[in-house]
Each structure stands twice: as C-alpha cells, then as structure tokens.
C-alpha cells in the first residue's frame, strides 16, 4: 500500500483518484510514500526519507522547498491551468472595483441603514450618486505581465470587454504563444507596457528574477491614472514603492489578492485587498486536488513524470 500524507484539506473528488486498495490517505504517517498538500509552507524537516514525490494542489511551488527536493531527487507535482478560470474571474472582478464606484458605493447604501421612505431615498440617491461614477473599461488597455494559462484567459476575457491588451512575458513558452489571442500586442520591455497600460495585471511566478520587480523605477513609468492588480504572489512587488507611487499620484489604485500588512490601514479607498482567494472556488479547488492526486498515483505505480 502506498501511503499518502496530506497536510490541507484536500478536495475529496482528488482523493478519490487513489485506488482505495492500493493507496492509504491521512494527516499522519511515520513514512509516508507522498505528500499531497495545497498552501501548507512545508518544511525540509516535514519531508521523510521514505517520501517519494510531492503533489501540490495549486499553481505555485513557492511552499515547498523545491532546491531541497531536487537535490534528494523528489519530483514535485503542481497544477499548472487547474485554477486558472477562478484567478481569471477574480481579476476581471478586480479591474470592475478598479473602475466602478462599486465599493464605496455599496458602503454608502449600507450607511443609509433601515431607510424606509422609498421616496426620500430616490431624492437623496439622486443628489449622491455622481460620487460614485466610474469609467468603462471599453477602450482602456490591459498590461499582462505573464502569459500563461491564467494571462492568457485573462486576455480573451479582456478582448470581450472590448479593452485593447498588450502582453509581456520573459519566458513565454511556444505552447503559450501559441494559445494567446493574435491581438495581444506583445511588448519588448516591462517598461514599456508599464508606461501604456491603464490597468496592468501581475501573473508571474516568485523566482528571484521576479521578487521586487515591480518597484519604484517601474512604477514612475505609469500613466498616474493606471491601476496596478497582482493577484500572481505578494513578493513580486515592493509594497514600499507602491504605497510611495499612491502617495505621490504616480499611480491611481493598487488591487491585490495579498492583504499586505502596511497596507491594510491605509484608507481611501486607493487600495483594494483580498484575503488570497483568487483559486478559492468549489471548482479550482476540484480540478487542482484531481490534478496533482493524478499524477502521483500515475508517478507512484507507474514511474510517469508528468505536469498536467
Ligand atoms: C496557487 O498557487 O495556485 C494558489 O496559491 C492556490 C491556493 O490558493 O491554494
């Protein structure tokens, strides 16, 4: 029996994947066979000489202490495009907060409280709504740094919205190129996307090219009307330098799916956090559980290496 040790709640159409008479799932094992995880940070120490292969229920491998593995020759097993249609939909909810009154709008509704005098509403409604007036992202151009899968569906949903895209990528794969819609305008620089894009949207990996790319030179490129998204990982941008490019109006808003210490204080509305919930629907987290549970059954039995 192939024992496999799990340190999150794993979604349970994955852990069907293991053939109940061949594999045996649990939160302990003295040595396991694999670890099958989604944002647990696991340590070196965690993983036992018996581990074979480590599965992770998501995109990113920055949990897991990947140099470690490699040296010990421990495949580690993502979920490349499993959760990429819920990063998706969260960054086109993200760039409609960026534009639309949405937020403060909806606080001042709920500062109404029990008004009950329909009429009087639809008076103080009319006298207050102008606060809450937004631009259409129609027209507007959408910077992709990073087209993978998630950049790539980013891209098509931006072209529906009727948005002009522009795309950079330093490594972008054929596979990538090929799946990007002919219409993104792909960009030689970072820094020149940065100087076009009204809404620039982060989808990179953390390696140490990308940890603090996005810092103070970047940002007095943009437009001072642009708004900056990374729902990618929180260590691509200096959050110094942004909060420094808001202080100083080089940069309009700043959207994140990371709710950054320094700036969860900040008020006013310049600044739109998001507790890390970008994969976090019933649906990205089957298909990543189904994903990596997949290939380490396929790696385990039958000595197959594969990423998808
Ligand atoms: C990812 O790397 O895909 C996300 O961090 C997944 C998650 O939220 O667990």
């Keep these: ?29 003295a040595s396991p066979d694999a670890i099958l995880l989604r944002s647990h940070k696991l340590a070196a120490e965690e993983i036992s000489p018996s581990v074979k292969a480590i599965g992770r229920a998501g995109a990113g491998t920055n949990n897991i202490p990947v140099g470690h593995c490699t040296e010990r020759g421990i495949p580690v097993f993502n979920s490349p495009g499993a959760n990429a249609n819920a990063v ?18 909806i606080e001042y509704v709920k500062s109404l409280g029990d008004m009950q005098d329909g009429a009087e509403l639809s008076k103080l409604l009319e006298k207050e709504k102008k606060r809450f007036k937004g631009n259409e992202l129609s027209g507007k151009t959408l910077g992709i740094v990073g087209l993978g899968a998630i950049g790539s569906m980013i891209a098509r949903a931006a072209l529906d919205l009727g948005m002009s895209v522009i795309g950079y990528d330093p490594a972008l794969s054929v596979d990538a190129a090929w799946r990007l819609p002919s219409s993104v305008q792909r960009m030689e620089n970072i820094s020149s996307l940065f100087a076009r894009a009204d809404y620039i949207t982060l989808h990179l990996p953390v390696l140490d090219s990308t940890r603090g790319l996005v810092n ?20 691509i ?8 490019a808001l202080d100083s109006g080089k940069l309009r808003q700043f959207i994140t799916d990371f709710p950054t210490p320094n700036l969860i204080a900040r008020t006013g509305g310049d600044v739109i956090l998001m507790p890390h919930i970008g994969a976090s629907t019933d649906e990205a987290e089957d298909n990543c559980a189904v994903m990596a549970s997949e290939q380490l059954v396929d790696f385990l039995e039958n000595g197959n290496i594969r990423n998808s």
């Excluded at 496999?4 to 649990?26: C, H, K, M, S, Y």
């Excluded at 960054?91 to 534009?99: D, F, H, N, W």
């Excluded at 959050?239 to 420094?244: L, Y």
């Design 216 to 235: 103070a030179d970047l940002l007095a490129n943009c437009k001072p009307s642009a708004c900056l998204l990374n729902f990618a990982r929180e260590e």
């Design 1 to 29: 029996m192939y024992k496999i040790l799990t340190f999150n709640q794993i979604a349970v159409v994955g852990l069907e994947r293991f053939p109940r008479d061949r594999f045996e799932i649990a939160s302990e094992f």
């Design 237 to 244: 941008v200096d959050v110094a330098a942004v909060e420094s």
């Design 88 to 105: 998706k939909e969260l960054v086109i909810a993200g760039l409609s907060l960026g534009s639309r009154g949405i937020l403060p709008g």
